[in-house]
């Protein structure tokens, strides 16, 4: 199946820092997801990318998929962003990276 | 709108029991998917269902089956629990008209203890 790393795996900012989190996968992918898991376990939905860029307020995404990889950017980071972000390509299912763990401190 | 709902939220069973795990889509969506999340690491694929037909199976043993009903909704069984399937089981809904998973959307989840 089709390989996704994430990097990297943790990420310790202080608020109002930028970010940069990084998906690579190892084969060619109908599409694309981020998404960031509360505390409670939702995972919400931040972007469906399969290709170019795609911006929601602070968060934006770059999808590469020539080059089989997604970026996500968080800019003047708050502490509402921290939790676990993955990505997630879809071949026909989701196959998830293991997440970026993120932690903003006030 | 209502988005995908799922129940119960926490159960705790023991060794060789079974769970039944349901889901309700979002208004619309006519596929569902089941995904297990085990501690630490991202959510696996169990299932696939469209139009209450399987369309994808992951690699888990036969003790996890699933079904669709006629108004989309969905039911993940897991028959003699083992500890290992101590995990957070997590719902998804999309459309299902595209070629691939499509766009999904995850419900809360259902987070199994086996003691």
């Known amino acids: ?106 | 709108d209502a988005g995908v709902t799922q129940s119960p939220t926490h159960l705790i069973k023991t060794r060789g029991q079974h769970v039944t795990l349901r889901c309700s889509p979002i208004s619309g969506h006519k596929s569902v998917s089941w995904y297990q999340q085990v501690l630490g690491q991202g959510p696996q694929f169990i299932f696939q269902y469209y139009e209450k037909e399987e369309r994808g199976r992951g690699n888990f043993p036969d003790r996890f089956s699933a079904r669709q009903f006629p108004n989309y909704s969905s039911e993940l069984n897991v028959n003699a629990l083992l500890l290992g399937d101590s995990a957070l089981y997590l719902c998804a809904s999309s459309l299902g008209t595209s070629g691939g998973a499509g766009e999904l959307f995850f419900g809360e989840g259902s987070r199994l203890t086996v003691l």
């Open chain 1, 1 to 106: 199946g089709i390989q996704v790393e994430q990097s990297p795996p943790d990420l310790i900012l202080q608020e109002g820092a930028n970010s940069t989190l990084r998906c690579n996968f190892s084969d060619s992918v109908n599409n694309l997801q981020w998404f960031h898991q509360n505390p409670w376990g939702q995972l919400i939905n931040l972007f469906y990318i399969p290709s170019g860029t795609k911006q929601n307020g602070r968060l934006s995404a770059t999808t590469v998929a020539t080059e089989r990889y997604s970026l996500l950017y968080i800019s003047s980071s708050q502490t509402t962003d921290s939790g676990v972000y993955f990505c997630a390509v879809d071949d026909y299912k989701l196959s998830f990276g293991a997440g970026t763990t993120v932690t903003v401190r006030a």
